[in-house]
């Protein structure tokens, strides 16, 4: 696994993305098991805010989401088993203190998108890495749905979701959107946690 790689970029420029970064066959079981949960009603509409200002807006995001947890499927502990060798390389190599790693499947049916966002919240800075697992092994350019991010000097990078490709980001540096897409598109969507400021600093 090319972990050096997302190393050094995310100490040179803030973010990665590496190219097949699992293989074909590992994406598809994702892919499917993605499939499998949307098809039996467990991905919900995902929300924006926190607390009591929590709530469903399609004006704002439209995919459906559904959290991972150890035990629900061979190929998902996997995929965590890998992500928490990841954790604790950029710890090892970062000092960047993370104590967990939290993902989701991420359904983004034909017309959804996601407005530009941080993925940090303003009162609490938990959140320090994100990584994104794409599973769309026949995307197409036409398909749209892609991730642009925008940098601070102006300009903006469109990240296509082609499966297996992976994008790791300082999730507070980085405002970022999905463009509308025209077709299904699935990721898994996750965050780098170490404990909140505030608590490390009692």
């Given at each position: 696994?090319?972990?050096?790689?997302?190393?050094?970029?995310?100490?040179?420029r803030g973010w990665s993305l590496q190219s097949s970064f699992l293989p074909s066959d590992v994406t598809h079981k994702l892919?499917?098991?993605?499939?499998?949960?949307?098809?039996?009603?467990?991905?919900?509409?995902?929300?924006?805010?926190?607390?009591?200002?929590?709530?469903?807006?399609?004006?704002?995001?439209?995919?459906?989401?559904?959290?991972?947890?150890?035990?629900?499927?061979?190929?998902?502990?996997?995929?965590?088993?890998?992500?928490?060798?990841?954790?604790?390389?950029?710890?090892?190599?970062?000092?960047?203190?993370?104590?967990?790693?939290?993902?989701?499947?991420?359904?983004?049916?034909?017309?959804?998108?996601?407005?530009?966002?941080?993925?940090?919240?303003?009162?609490?800075?938990?959140?320090?890495?994100?990584?994104?697992?794409?599973?769309?092994?026949?995307?197409?350019?036409?398909?749209?749905?892609?991730?642009?991010?925008?940098?601070?000097?102006?300009?903006?990078?469109?990240?296509?979701?082609?499966s297996g490709d992976l994008l790791v980001f300082l999730s507070g540096d980085f405002p970022h959107e999905v463009l509308v897409?025209?077709?299904?598109?699935?990721?898994?969507?996750?965050?780098?946690?170490?404990?909140?400021?505030?608590?490390?600093?009692?």
């Amino acid at each position: 696994m090319p972990f050096s790689t997302i190393v050094d970029d995310l100490a040179a420029r803030g973010w990665s993305l590496q190219s097949s970064f699992l293989p074909s066959d590992v994406t598809h079981k994702l892919a499917d098991e993605c499939r499998r949960r949307h098809a039996e009603g467990t991905l919900a509409p995902a929300s924006v805010g926190r607390g009591e200002e929590q709530a469903v807006r399609e004006g704002i995001r439209g995919d459906h989401i559904h959290w991972l947890e150890a035990g629900q499927a061979e190929v998902c502990d996997a995929y965590l088993a890998l992500m928490d060798e990841l954790r604790r390389t950029l710890n090892r190599e970062l000092f960047l203190g993370l104590e967990e790693f939290e993902c989701h499947f991420a359904f983004y049916p034909p017309g959804a998108f996601y407005q530009t966002h941080l993925d940090r919240f303003r009162d609490d800075d938990s959140r320090c890495v994100s990584a994104v697992l794409y599973l769309n092994p026949d995307w197409q350019p036409a398909d749209g749905g892609e991730l642009r991010m925008h940098f601070a000097d102006g300009s903006n990078l469109d990240v296509p979701p082609l499966s297996g490709d992976l994008l790791v980001f300082l999730s507070g540096d980085f405002p970022h959107e999905v463009l509308v897409t025209r077709t299904e598109r699935l990721s898994l969507t996750g965050w780098f946690r170490r404990r909140p400021a505030d608590v490390l600093a009692l």
